[in-house]
């Protein structure tokens, strides 16, 4: 019996693993993408600041900035969408709503191509009361 066990659990893992083959990574160049610092910090607003790096073949269908009360990684609770974005180069928005006195906020700046999001390190702020 516990040979037959052993057997089928190599069985379930190399079943998994092959599965596992069908995932396309992405090919680089990678599309990067930094957070920069919150600038500008008052108790009607913040700045968010990103900067794309680096280009990928595929376009870059939209950039912006993800941020929420909690740390996340992929999934915030707001975010805010720039648009397409065809050179590389910073940018920036202003964010004046949803924003509460003496929170602490986590933002990260990302971009979306064909397919993939990248996304920059996250940084915090805390708005003051």
């Not at 930094?34 to 990928?56: A, N, R």
Request: some cysteine; hydrophobic content about 35%.
């Amino acid at each position: 019996m516990k040979t037959f066990r052993n057997i089928a659990f190599v069985f379930v893992v190399l079943s998994l693993v092959s599965a596992c083959n069908n995932y396309e990574f992405p090919t680089p160049p990678y599309a990067t993408v930094e957070t920069l610092p919150v600038t500008d910090i008052t108790s009607t607003s913040v700045t968010l600041h990103g900067t794309l790096v680096s280009l990928t073949t595929d376009p870059v269908l939209e950039h912006g900035f993800l941020w929420s009360y909690a740390d996340f990684d992929t999934n915030s609770e707001f975010k805010w969408s720039l648009g397409p974005k065809t050179e590389t180069g910073s940018f920036d928005y202003k964010l004046s709503e949803d924003i509460v006195a003496g929170k602490t906020y986590y933002v990260k700046a990302y971009v979306k191509t064909n397919g993939y999001t990248f996304y920059g390190q996250m940084t915090t702020f805390n708005r003051p009361k």
